[in-house]
């Protein structure tokens, strides 16, 4: 090509999308600069003279359906009403979403779930603008839900740049790189930055494309150091064998992250937030990893839990130490139940519990053998801990009626798992487990949002309460099963209650 043809392409490549200096418009500040605002594109007709370009349009759909009310979860499964966020401020609810931390009881976790993926009507106290949508996805994404937020994004039908970035980035996260980049081609209203568009016109095999756009962002100044490193490399890999590794980003994006894999320097997830754990799923990942992946995964409900169990059992571990010990505890009893084994089990049972709840994974191990329990006579402890496991999953109230209590503690988890009054608790569970007492109420902050038809902001207050209470404050947790109930959710309130006796280790 020409110096002339190269620089008119160039030129045309700048005047058709802005830098990439703009500010993000991410507020999950590792997200791809993928675009930066939607580009000018002029009306037909006579050519632009002079370097001018018109003035940005600015277009929005008339009486169209609010991004917002975008869900997966119809009111008839979540129990939740249409009216879930009422009159409420859409900036509040935003804030109130994106603030619920990720670290709570398994309860807790599918609640915030439900009201993430939720079919509603958008909040009537101000413009619905897609802010809550966009913390949804934020919050999904933090969680590990990916492929949850992916649909979210898709059901949404709304391309904001802001949800764009969040679509594309999706697509990377879960390995459909081809698939992002098709998204981008089809959308000629948003702008690629240059990393952007250098990867798909690489992926779309227009490698002189690429490094001509290279060679232009490189030109422009448009390109960090360490980012035209990258995607030098990724250009043409082989011109650097002889330089050693690239150093790793402090926070890499999910389109850095792709494309030192696709150099052959895969970065490790483990530090990464919880979305990129989905990368160490794959096939292609060592053992170890896809197992550690899955772990941290399952803990937040982004992936089933028989999953993680496959990957418990699928072979037997080489070493010792670590994820290596559940590992090993995970197959004895697997095989123990595998061959109805009741001696076996009890041998069992003790080892992979501890090592489970150790790692806060009983919820899952009690998703994976509650039921394979059922009909074996077991001897104590074993059989306590089989009670304490059938607790932790929605046969909780039957597991009660079945097992006669042989002590304290267990008299009070069968009256809370079936609605009865309760024997005085002791220590912090006293101060807890008030909330489930007759007649109690939800804090005055609650209980006005409940009064003002506020309900989402109600729960989510009471998500906030429940954490609380999972890390050390029992009155809080009192707060939130005591909300719970206000609204009917009692079987919330009860689950919480017994994570919070089985999980928390209260005082």
């Not at 009486?63 to 249409?82: E, F, I, N, R, Y």
């Not at 994820?323 to 041998?347: F, G």
Request: negative net charge.
């Amino acid at each position: 090509m020409s110096t002339s043809a190269r620089s008119a392409a160039a030129l045309l490549f700048v005047l058709s999308g802005p830098a990439a200096a703009e500010e993000p418009l991410s507020a999950i500040d590792w997200l791809s600069d993928s675009i930066t605002r939607p580009a000018v594109v002029a009306p037909p007709g006579p050519s632009v003279i002079g370097g001018s370009l018109p003035e940005p349009v600015t277009t929005a759909p008339i009486d169209g359906p609010s991004p917002d009310a975008a869900g997966l979860l119809p009111p008839s499964v979540t129990g939740l009403p249409a009216a879930l966020w009422g009159p409420g401020d859409p900036a509040e609810i935003a804030r109130l979403i994106r603030a619920e931390g990720t670290e709570t009881l398994p309860a807790g976790q599918a609640l915030l779930t439900e009201i993430l993926l939720a079919e509603a009507e958008p909040p009537r106290g101000g413009p619905s603008d897609g802010s809550v949508l966009l913390a949804r996805v934020d919050k999904l994404l933090e969680l590990g839900l990916v492929e949850e937020a992916g649909a979210l994004l898709e059901r949404s039908g709304s391309v904001t740049p802001e949800l764009f970035r969040r679509a594309f980035d999706v697509a990377l996260l879960l390995g459909s790189e081809d698939a992002a980049c098709a998204a981008m081609r089809a959308r000629p209203d948003v702008a690629p930055t240059f990393p952007a568009r250098i990867f798909c016109l690489a992926r779309g095999g227009d490698w002189n494309a690429a490094a001509l756009t290279l060679g232009t962002a490189r030109a422009l100044g448009q390109l960090g150091e360490a980012e035209e490193a990258l995607l030098s490399r990724f250009l043409d890999p082989d011109l650097y064998e002889a330089d050693g590794t690239l150093a790793p980003p402090e926070r890499p994006t999910p389109l850095m992250f792709r494309m030192h894999e696709a150099v052959g320097e895969p970065l490790p997830t483990g530090q990464l937030p919880r979305a990129f754990a989905h990368a160490d799923l794959r096939a292609t990942a060592g053992w170890k990893a896809q197992i550690e992946a899955a772990e941290r995964l399952t803990r937040t409900g982004a992936v089933d839990p028989n999953r993680l169990f496959g990957l418990y059992t699928e072979r037997r571990p080489a070493a010792s130490g670590g994820v290596w010990e559940r590992v090993r505890a995970v197959q004895a009893l697997d095989a123990a139940l595998a061959r109805r084994d009741a001696a076996a089990v009890a041998a069992a049972l003790p080892e992979v519990w501890e090592r489970m709840r150790e790692a806060g994974l009983a919820a899952a191990l009690a998703a994976f053998a509650a039921d394979r329990l059922e009909g074996l006579e077991l001897p104590e402890p074993a059989a306590s801990i089989a009670f304490r496991l059938a607790l932790l999953t929605p046969g909780y109230e039957a597991a009660a009626i079945a097992r006669q209590p042989i002590d304290r503690e267990e008299r009070l988890l069968a009256a809370i798992a079936r609605g009865q009054p309760l024997p005085r608790p002791e220590g912090s569970a006293a101060l807890a487990l008030a909330g489930l007492a007759p007649g109690a109420q939800p804090p005055a902050r609650a209980a006005a949002l409940i009064a003002g038809d506020r309900l989402g902001e109600a729960l989510l207050f009471a998500l906030e309460d429940l954490a609380a209470g999972r890390n050390g404050d029992p009155r809080r947790l009192a707060d939130a099963l005591a909300t719970f109930r206000a609204v009917g959710l009692e079987g919330t309130a009860r689950r919480a209650a017994l994570e919070y006796l089985i999980l928390a280790e209260p005082a």
